[in-house]
């Protein structure tokens, strides 16, 4: 079937602008994961979700970071008011459940001008 | 605290040559999961394999190893007779369980493999 999908996969807002990314997991995930690379580091955590509850958003960096899965599948995340320092990759994954391996998605390049 | 370390920046190899990409790892976890993940230059994380604390047997799938070894806490990634196609930044993660049930993987800040010709 098909892998984690994200769109879209580059973005330049300006800086103050609202963004959304979406994410499609694979059909059937239970588990749904936001990171976010910066240029030459490692992914960071930023939210989980299991089906549609968030049950850990210890990793957004401010409320100006918002995530939801309302129905359980598709997840957005959203950054209000962006900054240049918002500029990374956001990296989405998805899992069967429990702890089984994550499967990541191509990331959307965000890019604050 | 619950980190991953690799120390190798970038490594730099021949085709052909054999090469050991290092992870060390700490948790105060009786029970978790290491991984290892590859990011091609088309940017796209892809999982390469998942060990349980457990089991502390080397595992072998085909030019790739692993060795993990809980007394040093360390999960080295072996790969033989490297090709440029394995070029790429490689990634070391471990999975940590938070307060509600969830998890996150944290990630070391990756190893650059350059195979060159």
């Known amino acids: 079937g098909a892998g984690v999908s994200q769109s879209p996969r580059y973005k330049v807002a300006k800086r103050g602008q609202d963004v959304a990314l979406r994410c499609d997991p694979i059909?059937?995930?239970?588990?749904l994961f936001w990171y976010q690379q910066a240029l030459g580091q490692g992914p960071e955590f930023l939210t989980y979700?299991?089906?549609?509850?968030?049950?850990?958003k210890s990793g957004l960096p401010s409320d100006r970071f918002f995530a939801e899965r309302p129905e359980g599948s598709v997840s957005t995340l959203k950054i209000q008011r962006t900054q240049q320092e918002d500029s990374a990759v956001y990296l989405c994954?998805?899992?069967?459940?429990?702890?089984?391996?994550?499967?990541f998605g191509p990331g959307t390049r965000l890019t604050v001008t | 605290a619950q980190k991953v370390t690799q120390a190798q920046t970038e490594i730099s190899v021949v085709e052909k040559e054999d090469v050991t990409l290092d992870c060390v790892y700490e948790?105060?976890?009786?029970?978790?999961?290491l991984f290892w993940y590859k990011q091609p230059p088309s940017g796209e994380l892809v999982f390469l394999i998942r060990?349980?604390?457990?089991?502390?047997q080397n595992e072998i799938s085909g030019r790739y190893s692993w060795n993990f070894q809980k007394s040093t806490s360390s999960f080295n990634f072996t790969i033989t007779a490297s090709q440029v196609v394995d070029s790429a930044v490689y990634f070391c993660?471990?999975?940590?369980?938070?307060?509600?049930?969830?998890?996150?993987?944290?990630f070391g800040k990756g190893t650059k493999l350059t195979v060159n010709p």
């Open positions: 060990r349980n604390s457990f089991d502390e």
């Open positions: 948790t105060r976890d009786t029970t978790y999961y």
């Open positions: 979700f299991q089906n549609e509850a968030q049950l850990d």
């Open positions: 059909s059937g995930h239970v588990s």
């Open positions: 993660a471990l999975s940590v369980l938070t307060q509600g049930g969830s998890e996150k993987l944290v």
């Open positions: 994954a998805s899992s069967l459940e429990g702890r089984d391996e994550q499967y």
